[in-house]
């Protein structure tokens, strides 16, 4: 025999049951998209540039040959957008197989990976070497530092008319500052010109501040929509440049 319940606790019942429903597939949903949300495999593929200089740097390849070896890297990257955008069906392929690493826009637009490469090749190319490698080092660590300390505390923060936030203008500072540091501190070979020596008119930690600073705002500010993986390498390498050959200060301070 049927047990008979109250309408008012059936209804209360399907209420409940309507939000159990909701939060499981909230929480899957969440689960899903994180690794879109975040970017995981993307910010991963940019820290990799970064130790990839380093151990480049490491291995003394000259700077010749890794120039040569971006602008090959650029021919078939660019190549590659240029056919998907001409046959649809390939395109459809291509995000199959590397959607993973792109944004939702690069779908229908130059790669990010070309920018990347174009401001890598100038960098290398027009400034000296250090400067160039602590530039696109900067751009490999700080670029997602800024998009995690953004997602994390951005919410807390003043947030700029192109949606960046100070937390993420803090994080990205903040790497480029150690980053500045650690290069020129302890991974400069001996007996080897570069632009900052130990005995120079602005001291370490000045520089540190100061390639903190270039990293953030080159990364911050918008300039007539150009790509951040091509502006900030070529940004911070004209910024380093200008303070420590053109200004001098990377040379001994004049007694």
Known sequence: MATWVPQETRQRKKRDEKQRQKANGFAKETLKGKNKDWEI???????????ICFYLYEQRVPVSQVVYGLILYLCIAFGADIIRFLFPSFNQLYIKVVGFLMRKEEETQVNGVVYFLVGGIIAL???????????IIILSWC???????????GR???????????????????VGSLITYYFWGYCVHKNEDFSWQTDAAIPLWALSILGGTLGAVTELVDIRGIDDNFRIPVLVSLGFWIILVVFGLGSPAAL
């Open 143 to 153: 670029d997602p530092a800024a998009s995690i300390f953004g997602r994390l505390w």
């Open 41 to 51: 495999p993307r910010k991963l593929l940019h820290c990799s540039n970064g130790l």
């Open 125 to 135: 190319y027009f400034f000296p070497r250090d400067i160039a490698l602590v530039s």
């Open 156 to 174: 807390y923060t003043y947030r700029f008319s192109n949606g960046k936030s100070v937390a993420g203008c803090c994080g990205s500072w903040l």
